[in-house]
């Protein structure tokens, strides 16, 4: 990368990098607004600047949403990497709780040295997993692949293992963590709703039984052992 980024940019790329993650396609206008807090005219403007860049960061038609190039990509992971180093370490070695760490991590991502990055990363061990279960990028910005469904697709009476939790909202994970809904724990769906797909889910260790609604579903990810 020829210089480092606006801290602006970057949390666009991230963003982006997020949305077409899981949704596997492209990113709308409408989207990024929504999770930028702006309007789509700006967004659209922004959009139009990062594609036209030399290497181009984004892919950008009019209409057709917009997606990563391989540039776009590497800024993406690399600002990925520092939030879910931050994340970790703020945890193991700071003694944060897990819904208090985004906020900082959102600040401390855009304001970190090369050295600082690869420190934290070797104090922690080279860690895969953040504290939430997101993987984090190596040193050299490979992802760490893992077999994982959405517990809002988990047949009812199945058992399971909790990958990852939204890292975002601080009542999600207070609740969850007060559930024991952590990465690592052994789950059972015992129960959806027809109607509007609230999922009722045991925790095997604490013999707790949790109510999760689908849109909470479709951002916790589990492995089936398969
Ligand atoms: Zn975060």
Not at 6 to 31: C, H, V
Request: hydrophobic content about 40%; some cysteine.
């Amino acid at each position: 990368m020829p210089e480092e980024l606006s801290p602006n940019i970057q949390d666009y790329l991230k963003r982006i990098f997020e949305i077409t993650a899981s949704s596997g396609g492209k990113a709308t206008t409408n989207q990024l607004a929504a999770v930028l807090g702006i309007s789509p005219a700006s967004v659209t403007n922004m959009v139009q600047k990062l594609s036209k860049t030399s290497p181009p960061y984004l892919a950008y038609q009019k209409h057709q949403g917009v997606s990563l190039t391989a540039a776009g990509r590497r800024a993406a992971l690399k600002i990925i990497r520092r939030h879910r180093l931050i994340e970790h370490y703020l945890v193991k070695a700071l003694g944060y709780t897990w819904d208090e760490v985004h906020k900082e991590a959102e600040i401390l991502e855009h304001a970190m040295s090369p050295t600082l990055e690869s420190r934290i990363d070797a104090a922690l061990g080279y860690p895969d997993f953040d504290p939430h279960g997101d993987p984090i990028p190596d040193a050299d910005l490979v992802l760490p692949e893992v077999e994982q469904t959405a517990l809002s697709r988990l047949p009812v009476g199945q058992f399971a293992v909790v990958i990852r939790v939204p890292h975002e909202d601080p009542q999600v994970l207070q609740y969850l963590g007060k559930c024991g809904l952590r990465p690592g724990a052994e789950i059972k769906l015992v129960a959806r709703t027809p109607y509007d797909q609230t999922m009722r889910v045991l925790i095997l260790s604490t013999d707790e039984e949790v109510v999760i609604g689908p849109t909470l579903g479709d951002q916790i990810t589990l492995s089936t052992g398969k």
